[in-house]
């Protein structure tokens, strides 16, 4: 409930900050997911040291609202994405397992442009991210199934339902019309957290946390 206030306080003091004379416009992104989300914490149990976790290309899209105040160079752009990510989870004593998985993200990124003439731009952006899992107990579902011989069942590993990242960013703008651009999510919570109450792995698992670490590349296109 508080991530959820800090959006709307975020995006609130975004539109009281913005001139009057601040053009808006609405697009359409979309792009590819690159995650590296760290597992390390989990494979320092010695139980889970040869279990791997392959991170896969997944893609993201949806609508976004572009700001931009004339003259002086700063904007901002609000969007809400559909974002896709799979994994492969490898133990040597079972078959890969390829778990999915299905989010809403809301970023809210202050950018400032270069303006390079009437044909190209440059921005770099920053700014807060808002993930809301749709199926957030899927991939732990999937890992505790995987590692189920190698832990105590009562030790498991909870997925959270919404998660804060920091973005970074930059780009390049085309004819005002086309931006071409990567971003960093760099995961502020955590993903998920090991949940141990009992069993031979309790002190290791307990509070054993999964980061989210995404590279986005992306296309948008302004109307």
Known sequence: MRKQFLLLVIIAGLALAMPAKAQIKFGLKLGTNISNT???EMREIDQLKDVAIKNNAGFFVGPVMDIKIPLLGFGADIALQYSYNSYTIETPEMQDRKSKQHMFEIPVHLKYNFDLGSILGLYVAAGPSFGFNINPDSFWKDLTIAVADKIDGNNTYKRNSTEVYLDFGAGLTILSKVQLGFTYNLGLTD????????GVVREAWDGNAVKSRVWKISATYIF
């Open 191 to 198: 993903a998920a957290k090991g949940r141990g109450v009992g």
């Open 38 to 40: 760290d597992f390390s």
